[in-house]
T-cell receptor, first 118, second 109 residues
Framework: GAVVSQHPSRVICKSGTSVKIECRSL??????MFWYRQFPKKSLMLMAT?????????EQGVEKDKFLINHASLTLSTLTVTSAHPEDSSFYIC??????????????FGPGTRLTVL | DAKTTQPPSMDCAEGRAANLPCNHS???????VYWYRQIHSQGPQYIIH???NNETNEMASLIITEDRKSSTLILPHATLRDTAVYYC??????????FGTGTRLQVTL
């Protein structure tokens, strides 16, 4: 099956610093990647849709200047949490979509990145 | 995308079949039913999907009613490692995956 990786798997940072999370599709090309956030005991919430070579589309209520998304190649998307604060502590998960002719486009998820802001 | 309704939690004895129901009464004709699961502190894992026919793979079976308003995910022989939150999602070709609250399946000895 398709494999999606994330790096780092876990990061602890000080309040006010920026953190970059990478999402890679290892054995396929993904024109679209998605970024989700998950708080403890809650479901995944879509933050933004990232299309290769164009600006990301953010969901309502997600600050685009705080969560910078770059999708520079067909296998890599990055999420940068700028000026992180303790309330940004969460589990961040990316997914990549495979475009399949005639079928709903399947998404494959990365293992997630746990961000803790002190 | 159509909304789904799942029971918040279920228990299943190890070795028995786990049958997880999902209601999606507003599903439209071109929307698929997808199932994912999330084991604690991991990313969601794809299980199976279907349009209108029943489907089976190495992980599970998916039974979709004839009117497509509901479906059941069947894990034929549940193990402790199947303990997870299971999400039923209705998904069209150009839409986004929207996760509901899912069903927390607890497999016990």
């Amino acid at each position: 099956g398709a494999v999606v990786s994330q790096h780092p798997s876990r990061v602890i940072c000080k309040s006010g610093t920026s953190v970059k999370i990478e999402c890679r599709s290892l054995d396929f090309q993904a024109t679209t990647m998605f970024w989700y956030r998950q708080f403890p005991k809650k479901s995944l919430m879509l933050m933004a849709t990232s299309n290769e070579g164009s600006k990301a589309t953010y969901e309502q209520g997600v600050e685009k200047d705080k969560f910078l998304i770059n999708h520079a190649s067909l296998t890599l998307s990055t999420l940068t949490v700028t000026s992180a604060h303790p309330e940004d502590s969460s589990f961040y998960i990316c997914s990549a979509r495979i475009v399949t002719s005639g079928r709903a486009n399947e998404q494959f998820f990365g293992p997630g990145t746990r961000l803790t802001v002190l | 995308d159509a909304k789904t309704t799942q029971p918040p939690s279920m228990d299943c004895a190890e070795g028995r079949a786990a049958n997880l129901p999902c209601n999606h009464s507003t599903i439209s004709g071109n929307e698929y039913v997808y199932w994912y699961r999330q084991i604690h502190s991991q990313g969601p894992q794809y299980i199976i999907h279907g349009l209108k026919n029943n489907e089976t793979n190495e992980m599970a079976s998916l039974i979709i009613t004839e009117d497509r308003k509901s479906s059941t995910l069947i894990l034929p022989h549940a193990t402790l490692r199947d303990t997870a939150v299971y999400y039923c999602i209705v998904y069209g070709t150009a839409s986004k995956l929207t996760f509901g609250t899912g069903t927390r399946l607890q497999v016990t000895l």
